[in-house]
């Protein structure tokens, strides 16, 4: 059967709102970023802190979704899950990360590539109590990532952990719930361009080094 990319092939943007060269970027690519996140929540983004986490299981099998970012540091970016999840196992064998914003609004995106450690306890507990009653059950009653039989079995999860803590401020953090941080050794700056002649700035270092290169990208 012949392969019609029918009206799909026809879809595209000429992109013309912004220009990005290297005097704009400066030397340090995290300054950088909080600099066009700062401009994405200016834009009024909706879910500006969206990202795509990519993954590689045990076997090589590559896995993507999208996940939030809650934290920003000198070391890197940082987000919250259940360690027994799917990417946590997959974090834990293999702890290799890429990340990537888009805000086609803006017609910008940031890709990054690091390594992923979890965060201090500390850091876990402090995100953790901030967040609403409802999500600190939640992060009791999910077996995230297992099969289980219907949405039956999350109901009665929650009501059982709700018996067991049933005031909000005692709910604790499990255990398997905490924070993870993408410390990164790659970050590329697009910016979408007319004729798709795009901008792309790259920052590289090697792993536990300081120091940044940064080099122009062809589109």
């Known amino acids: 059967m012949p392969f019609h990319t029918g009206h799909i092939a026809d879809i595209r943007s000429d992109y013309r709102q912004a220009v990005l060269d290297e005097a704009a970027t400066g030397s340090d690519p995290l300054i950088f970023f909080r600099r066009w996140f700062g401009e994405a929540e200016a834009a009024r983004i909706d879910e500006v802190n969206a990202m795509t986490l990519a993954t590689v299981d045990a076997g090589g099998q590559p896995h993507a979704r999208i996940v939030l970012l809650k934290g920003l540091d000198e070391k890197g970016f940082v987000f919250f899950t259940n360690y027994n999840s799917a990417k946590g196992r997959d974090l834990v064998a293999q702890p290799r990360a890429a990340l990537v914003f888009f805000w086609k609004e803006l017609e910008r995106q940031v890709r990054i590539e690091g390594y992923a450690e979890k965060i ?57 719930w905490g924070g993870f941080r993408i410390v990164p050794h790659r970050i590329e700056f697009w910016q979408g361009r007319s004729s798709r002649l795009h901008d792309r700035i790259v920052f590289s270092r090697e792993e536990g080094s300081a120091l940044w290169a940064r080099f122009r990208l062809a589109p």
Request: charged residues 35%; aromatic residues 10%.
């Open 120 to 176: 201090a306890s500390s850091g876990s507990d402090e995100y953790f109590f901030s967040r609403p009653p409802e999500s600190r059950i939640g992060a009791w009653a999910s077996p995230q990532s297992e099969i289980i039989k219907d949405r039956s079995v999350l109901e009665e999860n929650e009501r059982r952990y709700r018996v067991q803590f049933p005031d909000d401020h005692s709910i604790p953090r499990p255990d398997h």
